[in-house]
């Protein structure tokens, strides 16, 4: 939510922030802008996407060896161009980009109103910011001491990045609750939300933690905590190669990203699966196997996709390993008090690892004596810092907004922790331990047949494009996959979908069904197969348009649907990895036959760092 770029070094710094800001753009693209600091401070800011800020600065002065970027998605104030990052304090001396909320910010304004102040915009950013100027005056002090003391007295979240005229090769930074990376080069320094901005220039980078204030100058790094005491940095090396972050001949990330998912199933398996000789082999699992197996309950926290996976990791859990599961919002978990007890274990789902409401609720839980394992992908991020111990979903960095190898990653993982609990559990005999571990060995193989042609989606997605609603059906292991898909195609084609249990639709949505409205059901061969067909009866008895993902070689439901995916047979619990492609392929599908942009679809932003 929001990007923010910086650098300071011997190199322009305009080109740097401009390509790291299109980089992070899927955090938030309404609007962008760039300070830019030589012996003049000059700030450009449009409304827009990046391209319409690079766009705007053709012509203009942008030389500078230091400046700062940032490309917003709204929190306080529409987006336009006054309230585009980066803001000017009163005087004009300081300039800063914001990651976050203030929520104090409201009354921090009223006191600097009465002292005079006025603003331009009607962002907490630039009150905050003429709250550090307004301390840095009364109090004769540098702005790295009036920043400290803004930062003791503000409530919310934030990484900020904050150059001043008078200081014109430092950037100061700090952090509680938004992302930030360093990266370390010769003579130079880069700073960022993530590291896709950073990996083409350097691969030794620093992860800043909550409540940390970084002093960046061309060949210096100071860390230091609120109290200013110095901090010693832990550089890192990042693991990411280019090519993980470029779209590689695709036309969107998206696209890529869902292709990508044969390679990436694969890596989150790799190393840990051996169906030859039976093993998983998973360091996270293995070095607290007492404290899962003894769990007395499992409680996934996470939110929107990531939430879908861990519902799916309920019936996993609870099929394979015996032990309750609750399913929590991370949203509605942070706030309403709930009962932790001993022995709870909290698996925490998330590809970004940023996400603010997953984290909070984390926190909160460890605080109370929760062991917390995370299954997230960005490796180094916030939750996989904070967990006990977790497993990384491997799936490599994930651009487009909409989750999709994030989510068969966080499956492939969830589905092997099941597998290894509950064979060490004994609740899982030898023989069906052996068939799961070869059954999802083989899935990368079986992705790759589903994407080998993609032309009959893409027929069933211009049929149905311009329909107004869609409903989305499915039962048992493939419940979640129906929200799933349901949650996709509002995302990308911004038509209303609603996903249901099968059966459930009785008791409500049917009514919804006439000869305009696309039922889609996740209908492959498994245990519920035949109630299934019974529910795509019903629909066809109200005229109703049935699309239907089917298992390959299936006769039954084919005859009964309008338009049909096939998919390869699996184990049931391992089928939604298979069926949550073809509905991926859709809604992307059906986004593009609208015009849309489904890489940045509107109003969202992939990584959410506020509440
Ligand atoms: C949907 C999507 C979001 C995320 C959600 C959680 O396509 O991407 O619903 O799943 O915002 O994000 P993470 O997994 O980063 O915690």
Known sequence: ???????????????????????????????????????????????????????????????????????????????????????????????????????????????????????????????????????????????????????????????????????????????????????????????????????????????????????????????????????????????????????????????????????????????RLNADAGTITMSGVENHLPSLINAQRIVMVACGTSWHAGLLAEYLFEDICRIPVEVEYASEFRYRNPVINKGDVIIAISQSGETADTLVALENAKEKGAFIFGVVNAVGSSIARMSNAGAYTHAGPEIGVASTKAFTGQLAVLAMMAFKIGYAKGTIDEKRYQHLLTELWNIPDKVAQILEDTSNIQAIAEKYKDAADFLYLGRGYNFPVALEGALKLKEISYIHAEGYPAAEMKHGPIALVDENLPVVFVATKDKYYEKIVSNVQEIKARKGKVIAVATEGDTVIPGMADDVMYVPDADEALAPLLSVIPLQLLSYYIGIAKGLDVDKPRNLAKSVTVE
């Not at 650098?7 to 305009?14: K, S, W």
């Not at 490309?71 to 161009?81: I, K, L, N, V, Y």
């Not at 109103?113 to 910011?129: A, H, I, P, R």
Request: charged share 30%.
């Open 1 to 271: 939510m929001c990007g923010i770029v910086g650098y300071t070094g011997p190199r322009e710094a305009y080109p740097i922030i401009l390509k790291g800001l299109k980089r992070l753009e899927y955090r938030g693209y309404d609007s962008s802008g760039v300070a830019l600091l030589n012996a003049d401070l000059k700030v450009y800011k449009k409304k827009g996407k990046v391209a319409e800020l690079e766009e705007s600065v053709v012509g203009k002065d942008v030389h500078a060896f230091t400046g700062i970027g940032h490309t917003r998605w709204a929190t306080h104030g529409e987006p336009s161009d006054r309230n585009a990052h980066p803001h000017r304090s009163k005087s004009g001396n300081l300039a800063m980009i914001h990651n976050g909320i203030i929520e104090n910010y409201a009354s921090i304004k009223q006191d600097l109103q009465k002292k005079g102040y006025e603003f331009k915009s009607d962002t907490d950013t630039e009150v905050l910011l003429n709250f550090i100027e307004d301390i840095k005056e009364n109090n004769n002090c540098t702005t790295e001491q009036a920043l400290r003391i803004a930062l003791k007295r503000v409530v919310g979240a934030y990484c900020v990045l904050l150059i001043d005229k008078d200081d014109p090769e430092t950037i100061i930074a700090a952090r509680k609750g938004s992302p930030l990376v360093i990266g370390i080069g010769k003579g130079e320094h880069f700073l960022a939300s993530d590291a896709s901005p950073i990996i083409e220039y350097t691969k030794e980078v620093v992860y800043v933690n909550d409540y940390e204030i970084a002093i960046v100058k061309p060949d210096e790094l100071i860390l230091k905590n609120l109290g200013n005491e110095k901090q010693t940095p832990f550089i890192q090396k990042l693991d990411m190669e280019l090519a993980a972050i470029e779209k590689g001949g695709y036309d969107h990330f998206m696209l890529k990203e869902i292709f990508d998912q044969p390679g990436s199933i694969f890596d989150c398996l790799r190393g």
